[in-house]
Nanobody
Framework: QLQLVESGGGLVQPGGSLRLSCTAS????????IGWFRQAPGKEREAVSC????????NYADSVKGRFTISKDNTKNTVYLQMNSLKPEDTAVYYC?????????????????WGQGTQVTVSS
């Protein structure tokens, strides 16, 4: 069964940090670009960050630039999202998604696989 599983979410105080993981099973991420998305209650899903299949060329939404870092470890079939200096407005369900691409870029594509999401709550 091909699936992505996110983990690492939780409750954190403003200014704190969390690291989300996105692990693939049933397929290898070597040729996949990975995106992180989030959706807060009552809001549309928004793109947070993405990384190319080689782990290069990361992109970030302006709202998280300088605070979040995406990385990819193909040996572990896992992508990480390190989130620092968290703010209450970062509260959302975070999803990872994988897109099979023939080139080493990432962006807003029609992703092939999606995880089930992990809740991140930033509150004092």
């Amino acid at each position: 069964q091909l699936q992505l599983v996110e983990s690492g979410g939780g409750l954190v105080q403003p200014g704190g940090s969390l690291r989300l993981s996105c692990t693939a099973s049933g397929f290898t991420l070597d040729y996949y670009s990975i995106g992180w998305f989030r959706q807060a209650p009552g809001k549309e899903r928004e793109a947070v960050s993405c990384i190319s299949r080689s782990g290069n060329s990361p992109n970030y939404a302006d709202s998280v630039k300088g605070r979040f870092t995406i990385s990819k470890d193909n040996t572990k079939n896992t992508v990480y999202l390190q989130m620092n200096s968290l703010k209450p407005e970062d509260t959302a369900v975070y999803y990872c998604a994988a897109k099979l691409l023939p080139f080493d870029l990432c962006g807003l594509y029609d992703y092939d696989y999606w995880g089930q999401g992990t809740q991140v709550t930033v509150s004092s």
